[in-house]
């Protein structure tokens, strides 16, 4: 009998492309004085191919592009601590969001997050979006020093909720951190399409968080 879902937070509960994109229009025009000679497709256009996705270090993201754009005199570092300290309120949460979170806790279904990521910065992101009084636990992983695909943190959040594997669903975008990670520990996976990483071997596959309600019923 199913009783918890669990979720990945970047590219599955929030929309991390849409939102990164939406703070790079801000950061560019308020250093306006930096960025003047640079067209602003072309900066968020480099940057998004120097970001991979989240996976490479922001500071080196800014160190390449002062690199790059001879941006002579910027200091890396600022940029680094403005996206970090700005991102939490562009935040874009995938369609259907809120509705599908409140109709799975009002199906008495737990739910949690496991993220990886910095502490702070992840739960700004999950406040930003508005949505942590859904959940019953978030675990992040720099704060518990346990990054996906490390099974113990998927077996720290399981026993959270105080459920098996076999009860739990877990709702992620990347295939091996998420999808075949949580599979390895037992649970049913869901896999929210992003062929950027994929294809992955999951229990099912949704493209819309909605598609969730009727999974829900039969997983």
Request: glycine share 6%; charged share 30%; aromatic share 10%.
């Amino acid at each position: 009998m199913l009783k918890a879902i669990l979720f990945d937070l970047d590219g599955t509960l929030l929309d991390r492309d849409a939102s990164l994109i939406k703070l790079l229009e801000d950061q560019y025009e308020r250093y306006a004085t930096i960025f003047h000679e640079i067209p602003k497709n072309e900066y968020i256009k480099r940057f998004v191919e120097l970001d991979a996705k989240g996976y490479v270090s922001k500071d080196q993201v800014y160190s390449q592009l002062i690199d790059e754009f001879e941006l002579n005199g910027t200091d890396p570092e600022e940029l680094h601590q403005d996206y970090l300290d700005q991102f939490k309120y562009h935040c874009i949460g995938f369609e259907q969001l809120h509705i599908t979170l409140k109709a799975l806790t009002d199906r008495g279904l737990k739910l949690g997050i496991i993220s990886n990521g910095r502490c702070q910065f992840q739960m700004d992101n999950i406040k930003g979006l508005e949505i942590e009084s859904f959940f019953d636990t978030i675990l992040i992983s720099a704060c518990e020093n346990l990054r996906k695909p490390d099974p113990e943190i998927f077996n720290k959040a399981l026993s959270q909720l105080e459920v098996t594997a076999e009860e739990a669903i877990f709702v992620g975008d990347h295939p091996l951190n998420d999808i075949k990670a949580a599979h390895n520990v037992g649970m049913k996976t869901v896999w929210k399409k992003d062929m950027h990483w994929g294809p992955a071997e999951a229990s099912a596959v949704i493209e819309d968080l909605a598609e969730l309600l009727e999974l829900a019923d039969r997983l």
